[in-house]
């Protein structure tokens, strides 16, 4: 059974600082998948991961497949990055099996 | 056109009543998605649509019952629902089939309260 576990739960920061997410998940996987969830509700698709690194803006997410384990960095933190950023795995077909989401409040 | 839409966004509706929600995308995804959320819990997924017919059903109860009458439109029925059915209830869209993964594109939720 594939497991997504994310770190920290919570993370608060000041305006400015570098922010890091981990995952980790327990078995081979097709896609790592992050995803940001605002107050209102809506999910957006941040990156799509099979291999290396990729970076949109002040975001930057890598994957390391042989220790199975993604990072999500922001750079140059903003009070609008406020949001659960959550980590899913995809393995076969199109079924996500979803980490339990990291709360970020950035502080002006 | 890259957006999912979803109506209603909000929705009350009383143990006896019967209502729907709509999903609608003009990507040409040919997969669709429903997925439940509860408070700060990640989704949870019900049903999955594949070139517009049912391919996932992870033992949904039968007061849910989606139809996807054509490509482009995903609707979930409600009946007798429950308290507990109150939720977040998230529409998705995607290509299906791609070797490397699959990005799914979400639509905006209707809130849905059961009283």
């Not at chain 1, 750079?75 to 199109?94: E, F, K, L, N």
């Not at chain 2, 929600?21 to 019900?46: D, F, I, T, V």
């Not at chain 2, 517009?52 to 439109?73: A, D, G, H, T, W």
Request: charged fraction near 15%; charge should be positive; glycine fraction near 8%.
């Amino acid at each position: 059974k594939n497991e997504v576990e994310q770190s920290p739960q919570n993370l608060t920061a000041q305006e400015g600082e570098f922010i890091t997410i981990n995952c980790s998940y327990s078995v081979g996987i097709s896609a790592l998948h992050w995803l940001q969830q605002h107050p209102g509700g809506g999910i957006v698709s941040l990156f799509m991961l099979s291999s290396g690194k990729k970076k949109h803006g002040r975001l930057i997410a890598t994957i390391n497949i042989q220790e199975k384990h993604s990072s999500l960095h922001i750079t140059a933190s903003h009070p609008r990055d406020s949001a659960v950023y959550i980590c899913a795995s995809q393995t076969s077909g199109s079924r996500l099996t979803f980490g339990e989401g990291t709360q970020l409040t950035v502080n002006p | 056109d890259t957006e999912v839409t979803q109506t209603p966004k909000h929705l009350v509706m009383g143990m006896t009543n019967k209502k729907s929600l709509k999903c609608e995308q003009h990507m040409g995804h040919r997969a669709m998605y429903w997925y439940k959320q509860k408070a700060k819990k990640p989704p949870e997924l019900m049903f999955v649509y594949s070139y517009e017919k049912l391919s996932i059903n992870e033992s949904v109860p039968s007061r849910f019952s989606p139809e996807c009458p054509n490509s482009s439109l995903l609707n979930l029925h409600l009946h007798a629902l429950q308290p507990e059915d109150s939720a977040l209830y998230l529409c998705a869209s995607s290509i299906p089939g791609l070797a490397v993964g699959e990005t799914q594109y979400f639509g905006p939720g209707t809130r849905l309260l059961v009283l």
